[in-house]
């Protein structure tokens, strides 16, 4: 029976309308329904018993219709242009007072323009909630949908056309409400609660009355329970609780519940409705209070407040113990540590009941009972403790419930004996020892030879071996010292000491008490405890009164000191050093280490002061020190006048007048003489004098400090027998405000945007000569000027905005003024010029832009905004600002806009954004503009079939028109046609000859199967949409008929066909059917048969059985997973078996011949070879390592890369690529099919911090199917190599022999220096012969290499540590010259790669010319020789003859003593000097080469010798550990002269002075000049020394030969 036609203003895809939909006239549908008529419409839905024969009645109405009204007609005004009758819009409901949503589409699909070629009138109906703006409906009220339950409006439009015939034509408008997400669900009765018995089984559900309703529709109205998450608390529900099912909103208990732990617990459960959005989803909350009653369900626990274990309330394993006395009945029993109770741990408080479970020994009940209700012990009999010592009793505690629930505890009852003898203390020792000072804890030991610690034992004659035995606590009388349970004694004070005054004896006594209420205590003994000095007393030594020794250089007895020491023994005994000696005094004293005794040694000048630290310390190291002050009393006059310091500055200013006084030097002459002064030297420009008696320096010349800003001048005081010191004097020139500042850099011109305020114009600097202050420089412009400037900087900015339309060009006048007390200032014209800048933000004229775009599309052109600039440079550079940014993008130049990912039209018809500028960064009026994009829907849907229908069996003798199955596909885009969908069937072999398949998706009997022996069917159901293109889905159905056999009596069963040729892929599942073989003349009788694989199934991959239907099905075997990289092809017999039924002979067995099809399932693998020799140690094993030249070009071969894929064709095909994160800088392509690594750049451009280049490899397989792939990565280590990192290996072969040898040759050196080594290059030896011409031998090889480190991959320099101690040292050379022989390519040596002359033998042909050369350089070398053996002759005959002159000259000498002086400073003031001074002494050291000999001559003809020539040094110079002369080379040549004084002077008038040895002693008035003070450099040091230079302030042409014999 056909079905019932749709209503007219139902659409063509669902045939189906709102039944409230109200509007419209009966006119209007009679019209629309002869319309429809005329247009060919039939009805969309209709039976399977329509088709056929009954539609040809309709398709002759059809045909006279076309006849009778000729073609179709050309569209006219007012038509519809969908050529629907109707006209479908949708439209989405208000939120709140919304009225500006548009219609989808946004304008009537009417032929013709509104106003020149047609005028449309909304109906009265219409007018309620439209209104016509042309083509548009636009609201006039909000559409509520969902309290006005409102999903449809149907109106109609009247349409007359203007022009032509003027019809008039009713156009039916169905407007489809869209529902929006604007109800939260609502709950129903809320809040809730519940009361649940803790002992619900956890899954039970405890409530079912959540309920919240949604005002919404569809998915917007569904809604979804879920529990929140609480705070944690002890009230929080959330893991205790849970909504398995959210749509029903069923509370089920999740955790077990414990009313014991928490009575009360809060839900709060949230309900969400299901928006498609997530984001937009609406929810609400509410609270289910879920109370827990009690349950009888936990049992007693006994309560003991020191229980070590508690679970709860409850504790674990309690202990109760009491005790009694032998032979004594005690009655109630005091029990520790608290009465016995126990209560019930439920809620009920159920009464508890007290009883003895079991005990020890059995007869225990016998002596004691318990109270059943108070747990009261009670002792009924006494008890003997030699017979039972203790009892151990359980008691059990029970609840008076159903359960009867119990719980048990220990008591322990111990039987004291009769206390009647008190206890006795023996102790291993009576006097023992302890250091002092010990730590609390530290034992006391006995006077054992091998001592032992004292332990004290204490016994009870009470008990007897095998009782247990009482403790004990010790009593003594003595703080200090304390027994430990252990029994031993033990320090337990700190700070014990034995020195004096205290005793270092301690006398104890000691008690052992029994530790019980009323323990006995035993007689005390006595111990005696010694303390052992140790070493914690520093000896201490007096305070020392001054002594006055004379001056003089014999040994003289200063006194004795004696050091006190409170310890004992070794540690008392004291020794004496001196720890320090002021004034260079060291040498001078010495101190018996012994007895104390302290004496001068060395000579000691008047007024010399010397303060002797001396330092007593014991054995131990500990020391005191005291300080002796010994002072000199005057002597004989032995110096010249002394400076109070060697070294003085003074300042004076530039501007001082002639004859200014700059300072005053004095010097102080020990025997009072008067003293001459003069400027030895740097007074050269004549600007200084000296006052000859004053001492006064005076400016004799007028200064300037621009020139010269220091003097250091050598001020000379002599007394009157001519010895003299000098000092130096460094004058600095102060500076005066003579300089004005100069600008720099003149003129000054600098550019400044407009508008700007506070923006930097430029900077002006200018110098001023001066000095400090005078040179300190401040800038200014006056105040009216729009510009500041700082006044340090000099750096000018704008105090305001300039305006380039006011002013173009600023002069600016900056004044230089000098920070002088008088300041001097300078001025420079600074010209500012004044730039044009755009200052007016763009404004967009046109507020609102529309257009449409198709779904799908990428880049694909919206609109161009504009916006105007009225700047006469206009700039605007366009931004999106608002809407769906992420769906767009715009050109910020021309405001072109396109989409930036695809539109899709399911998701979102329409899109809004919002453009503005980034120089208007504004909201205000035209400051942005909207862009309103409507998405045009696209086919980009295919049909989906919601199920997928299981295979059907059916028999032969089902009627044609049947149904067999039905199938269902949907289509996901938005509009129709896209959305219908048509069903067509087909299928493989005579599928579609039996079957058929109408537009309800139902598979109909298409032919009489009974005619048709096929079994088996495989349909193929194709869906399609109305799209152009059409997108299809296909269904797969397997329809298997069965058709009744009756067998001849003679026939039986048997494969229909003897062979199989089957392709599957290798991927296909253990357990997949590989192929169904169908069986022919089946027993009827159900008599079983089987068939089994009899060959080509040794591996057991593949098995064969009966289906239900009685077909072999062969599949691959459980657990097996085929490979076709293993084995590609099989080639199986199977053999069908019976015990009753009868097979066909002929047909018992087939051949299946299975070939495995490939999938991509192995993924590529990069063959990276492991570097030879080299099996650890690298930083990956899969690294390929390369290098290349410095100097390599472009497109220079790196490496090749190589990756090898298991599968065929395209699967296994490769391609390579560098993974552009890795290649920095862009500097290497690789080839991509052939792996090759080349250099896009030139790699010397490369930056260090780039090197080495880590490069990362990927290989992928099937390239050209971007989804089903494989990869692999590897790391490639690129080093650049240069100069720096080359090395060349020599080897005694020939380059071919080498060349073929290179990878035994790089295995070699690797594997001896466990590095990676790179060759560059194979080449004949290089070098230069003899006479400078570069030769190349041939049976020698260059082998031009470097070196990587393995673990970090970094090539490494020839200089490199690491390459020393592996490759190019001694004992690495050592080694590869050894082991290469084995490779028949000797090492000869390993050098840079420059040329050098050969370290071998050279080839036959050039040996003769060589020899040659070698006999000419022996000859060069004899004369070379003679010649100097000549020279050496005549210098030693020379020498010979000086040393005779030398001789006779010291014969003639006669020694004169002058005593020099010798000044240091003092620490007090000996009278009568009233000043410090300073005692210098000048010593010299002349080596002489003859032990007897004791004066050296120094004549006026070879010898030139002066004050003027000597020069000291510093004791700051000199080395600490080359002081005094014991330590000097001329010890050991002056024996018996320590004590001498060295004496300079004239003898007798004699010019020629004469020198007596003695010790060298450091001069500690010299202090070191500066560089640039001294033209001579630093003064030399004296190993001995000596503090003397000579020669230094000679003239160039005076030097004094006297520097060749003094030792320095």
């Known amino acids: 029976m056909a079905a019932a036609a749709a209503p007219w203003w139902a659409t063509p895809a669902t045939g189906k309308a709102d039944s409230k939909a109200t509007g419209g006239t009966w006119s209007a549908r009679r019209r629309s329904l002869r319309q429809s008529s005329a247009a060919g419409l039939r009805p969309q839905g209709r039976s399977r018993s329509s088709r056929g024969r009954k539609h040809v009645p309709g398709l002759w109405l059809a045909l006279f219709l076309a006849a009778a009204f000729g073609s179709p007609a050309r569209a006219e005004l007012c038509d519809v242009t969908t050529g629907q009758q109707n006209i479908i819009l949708d439209i989405t409901e208000s939120r709140g007072d919304q009225v500006d949503q548009l219609t989808v589409p946004t304008e009537l699909p009417l032929e013709g323009t509104v106003g020149s070629d047609v005028l449309l009138e909304l109906s009265e109906s219409g007018k309620k909630h439209f209104v016509l703006n042309g083509k548009r409906l636009q609201l006039v009220h909000p559409l509520e949908r969902d309290e006005e339950d409102l999903s449809t409006l149907i109106l109609d439009v009247e349409c007359q056309a203007v022009a032509g015939s003027g019809q008039r034509r009713t156009v039916p408008v169905i407007v489809r409400i869209t529902d929006v997400n604007d109800n939260a669900p609502v709950f129903r009765n809320a809040p809730y609660s519940v009361s649940v018995p803790e002992s619900t089984s956890v899954g039970t559900t405890v409530f079912k009355g959540v309920e919240a309703h949604d005002k919404d529709s569809g998915v917007n109205g569904q809604v979804e329970y879920s529990i929140l998450p609480g705070d944690g608390s002890a009230s929080d529900g959330s893991a205790f609780f849970s909504i398995n099912l959210p749509h029903q909103g069923q509370v089920t208990v999740k955790s077990s519940l414990d009313f014991e732990t928490t009575s009360e617990y809060q839900l709060t459960i949230l309900a969400s409705d299901l928006s498609i959005e997530p984001g937009q989803r609406l929810t609400a909350s509410t609270v289910l209070t879920v109370t827990v009653t009690d349950s009888d369900d936990k049992g007693p626990a006994f309560s003991l407040k020191d229980c070590t274990e508690n679970e709860g309330s409850s504790c674990l394993n309690p202990e109760y113990t009491a005790s009694v006395t032998s032979g004594e009945v005690a009655g109630v029993l005091d029990v520790f540590p608290e009465k016995i109770h126990a209560h019930d741990q439920d809620a009920l408080n159920a009464p508890i009941r007290y009883a003895f479970m079991s005990g020890t020994p059995p007869h225990f009940d016998a002596f004691f009972s318990i109270d059943a209700r108070s747990g009261v012990v009670t002792q009924t009999r006494p008890a003997d403790s030699s017979q039972t010592p203790s009892f151990n009793i359980d008691v059990k505690a029970t609840e008076q419930t159903d359960a009867q629930r119990y719980a048990t505890a220990k008591l322990i009852i111990t039987v004291r004996r009769v206390d009647m003898y008190p206890p006795e203390i023996e102790a291993s020792a009576y006097t023992g020892n302890v250091d002092e000072n010990s730590s609390p804890g530290t034992q006391v030991f006995d006077d054992h030879p091998d001592p032992r610690p004292i332990q004290l034992t204490a016994s009870d004659p009470d008990f007897t071996i095998g009782d247990p035995q009482p403790e004990y606590t010790w009593e ?69 009164p001054p002594v006055t020794v004379q001056a003089g250089d014999a040994v003289r007895k200063i006194g004795q000191v004696t050091a006190r020491d409170k310890d004992e023994g070794p540690n008392a005994v004291v020794t004496y050093d001196i720890a320090q000696v002021s004034n260079n005094g060291g040498e ?45 009393a005057p002597g004989p006059n032995t110096g010249g006048p002394a400076f109070s310091k060697s070294r003085e500055v003074a300042s004076i200013s530039e501007g001082a007048a002639i004859d200014s006084v700059v300072t005053t030097v004095q010097a102080v002459d020990p025997e009072g003489d008067l003293v001459r002064y003069s400027i030895v030297s740097g007074n050269s420009l004549g600007h200084f004098e000296v006052g000859e008696l004053t001492g006064s320096i005076r400016v004799t010349k007028a200064l300037d400090r621009e020139k010269v800003g220091q003097y250091i001048l050598v001020v000379r005081a002599e007394d009157r027998e001519g010895l003299a010191n000098t000092v130096t004097v460094v004058v600095k020139v102060l500076d005066i405000n003579d300089k004005s500042p100069e600008f720099e850099g003149l003129p000054y011109v600098f550019r400044v945007n407009e508008g700007d305020e506070g923006a930097v114009v430029g900077r002006v600097m200018a110098t001023d000569a001066d000095d400090g202050d005078n040179a300190r420089i401040y800038y200014s412009v006056p105040d009216e000027t729009p510009f500041s400037i700082d006044e340090l900087s000099g750096e000018i900015v704008t105090k305001s905005a300039l305006d380039f339309e006011t002013q173009q060009v600023h002069l600016l006048l900056v004044t230089a003024k000098d920070g002088g007390e008088e300041p001097r200032l300078a001025t420079a014209s600074v010209t500012v010029l004044v730039s044009d800048q755009p200052d007016e933000p763009p404004l967009f004229l046109t507020p609102i832009y529309e257009a449409t775009v198709a779904e799908n599309e990428v880049d694909a052109f919206v609109v161009a905004v504009n916006a105007t600039d009225p700047d006469s440079q206009p700039s605007v550079t366009y931004a999106l600002v608002g809407g769906d940014t992420d769906a767009f993008k715009i050109d910020p130049s021309t405001g072109r806009i396109v989409t930036a990912r695809p539109l899709d039209y399911e998701t979102s018809t329409q899109h809004s954004i919002v453009v503005g500028t980034l120089e208007n960064p504004n909201r205000g009026p035209q400051a942005t503009c909207s862009v309103l994009v409507t998405v045009e829907d696209r086919n980009d849907h295919s049909p989906v079939f919601t199920i997928q229908p299981p295979p059907v069996t059916i028999y032969d003798g089902l009627p044609v028109g049947a149904s067999v199955s039905t199938v269902v596909a949907v289509d996901a885009d938005g509009t129709a046609p896209f959305n219908e969908v048509y069903y067509a069937l087909g299928g493989i072999g005579l599928a579609t000859d039996y079957f058929e398949v109408d537009q309800q998706g139902i598979i109909l009997v298409k032919a009489d199967l009974s005619t048709q022996p096929e079994e088996d069917f495989q349909l193929e ?110 080639h199986i017999v199977l053999e069908l078996v019976a015990a009753r039924a009868r097979i066909d002979s002929t047909r018992k067995q087939t051949k299946m011949t299975i070939h495995l099809q490939d999938v991509n399932d192995n993924a590529p693998v990069f063959q990276v070879p492991v570097p030879e020799g080299l099996r650890e140690g690298a930083r990956s094993s899969r690294t390929y390592y390369a290098f290349v030249s410095e100097d390599a070009r472009i497109h220079t071969s790196v490496i090749t890369v190589k990756a090898t894929d298991e599968d065929l064709e395209e699967n296994g095909r490769i391609s390579y690529e560098i993974l552009p994160e890795s290649n920095r800088g862009g500097f290497f392509s690789v080839n991509s099919e052939a792996g090759v690594i080349r250099t896009a750049r030139l790699v010397s451009e490369a930056s260090s911090n780039l090197l080495p280049f880590n490069l990362t490899m990927v290989a992928v397989d099937n390239p050209i199917n971007k989804e089903d792939y494989f990869m692999d990565t590897v790391p490639v280590v690129v080093n650049v190599v240069r100069p720096e990192h080359r090395l060349v290996l020599v080897v005694e072969a020939p380059p071919d022999r080498v060349s073929s040898s290179q990878g035994k040759l790089i295995h070699f050196l690797q594997e001896q220096s466990k590095k990676i080594v790179g060759i560059e290059r194979v080449e004949s030896l290089q070098f230069v012969d003899m006479n400078g011409t570069t030769t190349r031998d041939g049976n020698r090889t260059d082998v031009w290499f470097h070196v990587v480190e393995p673990r970090t991959g970094r090539i490494l320099e020839r200089d490199h540590p690491a390459l020393n101690a592996s490759v190019t040292g001694p004992k690495a050379m050592t080694n590869l010259k050894y082991y290469s022989k084995s490779l028949q390519l000797p090492i000869n040596n390993i050098r840079p790669p420059v040329l050098l002359a050969p370290v071998v033998e050279v080839t036959k042909d050039s040996f003769g010319k060589t020899h040659k050369d070698l006999a000419e350089l022996e000859i060069s070398l004899i004369v070379l020789a003679a010649v100097i053996v000549l020279l050496g002759v005549i210098g030693i005959a020379y020498v010979c003859h000086l040393w005779s002159r030398y001789v006779e000259y010291r014969d003639e000498v006669k020694p004169v003593v002058v005593l020099p002086p010798q000044y240091e400073p003092v620490g007090s003031v000996i009278e009568p000097i009233n000043k410090q001074y300073e005692v210098q002494v000048l010593s010299m050291s002349v080596p002489l080469d003859d032990d007897s000999v004791t004066e050296v001559p120094l004549d006026n003809g070879s010898h030139y010798f002066s004050m003027d020539n000597v020069s000291y040094i510093t004791k700051e110079e000199l080395s600490e550990n080359a002081l005094g002369f014991r330590g000097s080379p001329m010890a050991h040549r002056f024996p018996g002269m320590g004590d001498g004084v060295m004496v300079m002077g004239d003898s007798s008038g004699d010019e020629t002075p004469n020198i007596h040895s003695t010790t060298a002693h450091r001069n500690p008035s010299y202090e070191r000049f500066a560089d640039e003070e001294d033209d001579h450099g630093p003064l030399s040091i004296s190993a001995t020394n000596e503090n003397v230079m000579f020669g230094g302030r000679l003239a160039p042409m005076e030097r004094s030969p006297i520097e060749t014999t003094t030792e320095l």
């Open 476 to 544: 003594l009388t003595s703080s200090s010292f304390k027994v430990t349970s252990e029994g031993y004694l033990v320090v337990n004070e700190a700070g014990l000491d034995r020195d004096p005054p205290n005793t270092g004896l301690y006398t104890i006594q000691v008690v052992a008490r029994e530790k019980s209420q009323e323990g006995r205590a035993s007689a005390p003994i006595t111990l005696t405890v010694v303390l052992n000095d140790v070493n914690d007393n520093a000896p201490q030594l007096p305070v020392l």
């Open 588 to 632: 001078k004293f010495v101190i018996n280490a012994t007895s104390g005794l302290l004496e001068v040694v060395g000579p000691v000048e008047a007024g010399e002061q010397f303060s002797v630290v001396i330092r007593a310390t014991d054995q131990g190291g500990l020391n005191s020190q005291s300080i002796q002050e010994v002072m000199v």
């Open 1021 to 1130: 159901v194709v869906a399609t949409d109305g799209g152009d293109p059409a997108l299809s889905g296909t269904l797969n159905l397997l329809v298997t008929v069965e058709h009744p056999v009756t067998l001849p009596p003679e026939e039986g069963a048997g494969f229909a066909e003897a062979e199989h040729l089957v392709e599957v892929e290798e991927d296909l599942k253990p357990e997949g059917i590989v192929k169904k073989l169908a069986l022919v003349n089946k027993p009827k009788d159900g008599a079983a048969i089987k068939c089994d694989i009899i060959s080509g199934n040794d591996l057991g991959h593949f098995e064969a059985l009966m289906s239900t239907r009685r077909e072999c099905e062969v599949r691959v075997a459980e657990g097996v997973i085929l490979d076709r990289e293993t084995l590609d092809e099989y």
